[in-house]
Nanobody, 122 residues
């Protein structure tokens, strides 16, 4: 099982980035996918998750209205579109997979990507 994030980098405040999470080695459409982030000196924070059907989506209050999660099962890929970025969004972003339901509890996810840096700065 492998999850690989891409699309990170440097963005200016109020700018946008789109992260991708490419999955392989498992039946992708059987898994819920979540995005998490960890800023320096802070605990890991749940960002958003999407159900196996793509119809169930939950997001943290801190990103609602700015970040959008989506999935393309044909490409085995999850996306996180991040708009209206601010410096507080600076973190390493991780995608993770689990069976059954969408949740913000990271310990329930069984597979994790290696993470990708997102830096928001002018």
């Amino acid at each position: 099982v492998q999850l690989v994030e891409s699309g990170g980098g440097l963005a200016q405040p109020v700018g946008s980035l789109r992260l991708s999470c490419a999955a392989s080695g498992f039946t992708f459409d059987d898994y819920v996918i979540g995005w998490f982030r960890q800023a320096p000196g802070k605990e890991r924070e749940w960002v958003s998750c999407i159900s196996t059907t793509g119809l169930g989506i939950n997001s943290a209050d801190s990103v609602k209205g700015r970040f959008t999660i989506s999935r393309d099962d044909a490409k085995n890929t999850i996306y996180l579109q991040m708009n209206s970025l601010n410096p507080e969004d600076t973190a390493v972003y991780y995608c993770a997979a689990k069976r059954t339901s969408c949740t913000g509890y990271g310990r329930l996810y069984t597979n994790w990507g290696q993470g990708i840096q997102v830096t928001v700065s002018s």
